[in-house]
């Protein structure tokens, strides 16, 4: 959520910010024109509070005197200000909720540089790295490649669970596991804190990650409970140090976790293809960093950095785009995606997703630093290290064989007992 300080002091910048997002800029006037209400409603509370602290004296002079008329007539005041009072602070609150739901409404500050588009479509190249290979034969997609090297099953799980489930088999069960070892020990050297979450949330911790609207077509929620279960670990992690203030020398604090994600997948996209590219259930290595304000932008940097090194041990062409104004989420400062080639499909396919999403998260749960002039809200970034059924999709379809085999990157192998092609007895 922005601060309302911003919004007061800087309205003509958050219009055009939410103009930029093809958002409504007038959403900015109804912030502003309920703020100034609650304002009056909280000034109105104070006065009679005052009020009530002048009666209140008044009627223990008056006791002291042994003035019991005048002290019975000040006792019926003070009831009517204590009623006033209540009816007073039940106006503010409710302005008060008002306010922040329009609040809610505005999205983070973007990067001056973040490009603008209409939406997904014009997102912008950053970079293409690694090789595209190429194949004296007709490439599998990787169901072809799962089924006929027995590896998978689908259809089992389709009729135990529903599309969007897989059953993972032998070898490629090893890998999905060897991938999160690998991602694991990777982020180890990089000197990140490594932190396994709960799988279930609070929903006050989730609508500070994400957009509410959001909760409803991606989060399973629990019914006849205040649970949910998590979507990535990044929101697990966002809410690990609710409520806290650092000192600036305790920051940043860099994570990385491991966790079982859960999706509903509901949309446009929705789940509608067989396999594992697009699932309700997969694995992932989250990196988190919370940190001080002027630091976030290096920090990004290093979030890539990390990913991009994933990817060149495993031997994957990709590529990274920047997020335009029309696609970049509300809570997002800035955002990179990287993508991986897929031979099947002709195309780059999203594989990681990097943001700065500044202050905008760290403000709802109130982790703060402290600063030379006070306590500054903090800043967190977020970027996928390894989500593991879509990085093996990309190892299957990159690395399959004439022979119907499929290569394991070098960069496994410690981590697959001895096995370095998938398919060879």
């Not at 135990?160 to 489930?165: A, D, E, I, K």
């Not at 990390?306 to 696609?327: A, F, H, M, Q, W």
């Not at 999403?357 to 709802?364: L, V």
């Amino acid at each position: 959520m922005l601060d309302i300080n911003l919004v007061r002091d800087n309205p003509e910048l958050v219009k055009k910010n939410e103009k930029k997002r093809d958002h409504d800029p007038n959403v900015v006037d109804e912030v502003l024109a309920i703020d100034l209400k609650w304002k009056k409603a909280k000034q109105a509370v104070e006065k009679l509070k005052h009020t009530r602290n002048v009666v209140s004296q008044e009627i223990n002079k008056a006791k002291k005197r042994k003035d019991e008329k005048t002290a019975k007539t000040k006792i019926q005041d003070m009831r009517k200000v204590a009623a006033d009072i209540k009816k007073q602070e039940e106006k503010e609150n409710t302005l008060l909720a008002k306010r922040n739901h329009l609040l809610s409404h505005l999205g983070n500050i973007m990067h001056p540089k973040v490009p603008y588009g209409k939406d997904d479509s014009e997102n912008v190249e950053i970079k293409k790295v690694g090789g595209i290979p190429k194949f004296n034969f007709d490439v599998k997609n990787h169901v072809e490649l799962c089924e006929s090297l027995d590896i998978a099953d689908f259809d089992i799980a389709g009729e135990t669970s529903g599309n969007g489930f897989y059953y993972l088999k032998g070898e490629l069960a090893l890998l999905n596991q060897a991938l999160i070892q690998f991602a694991l020990s990777y982020m180890h050297r990089q000197k990140y804190t490594y932190i396994e979450p709960p799988l279930m949330l609070r929903k006050n911790v989730l609508a500070a990650a994400v957009d509410m609207n959001e909760l409803s077509q991606s989060i399973y929620s629990i019914e006849g409970e205040d649970l949910s279960l998590i979507g990535t670990s990044e929101h697990a992690l966002l809410g690990f140090h609710t409520g806290q203030t650092f000192e600036r020398k305790d920051l940043p604090k860099k994570y990385y976790s491991y966790s079982m994600c859960f999706r509903k997948e509901v949309g446009a996209h929705g789940i509608n293809e067989k396999g594992i590219w697009r699932t309700h259930q997969f694995n992932k290595v989250e990196q988190f960093i919370f940190c001080s304000p002027e630091e976030s932008a290096g920090f990004f940097d290093e979030l890539l950095k990390n990913s991009e090194g994933i990817l060149k041990k495993l031997g994957l062409p990709y590529r990274v785009i920047e997020i335009c104004s029309g696609d970049l989420s509300p809570w997002k400062h800035k955002s990179y995606d990287v993508e991986v080639w897929r031979p099947t499909t002709g195309e780059y396919g999203e594989i990681m997703s990097l943001s700065n999403c500044t202050d905008y998260q760290a403000r709802k749960l109130g982790i703060k630093v402290n600063g030379k002039d006070g306590k500054q809200v903090v800043h967190t970034l977020n970027n996928t290290a390894m989500a593991t059924s879509r990085i093996m999709v990309a190892i299957l379809e990159n690395f399959q064989t004439k022979k119907g085999t499929v290569k394991i990157p070098k960069v496994l192998h410690s981590y697959m007992h001895g096995i370095t092609e998938i398919g060879v007895k």
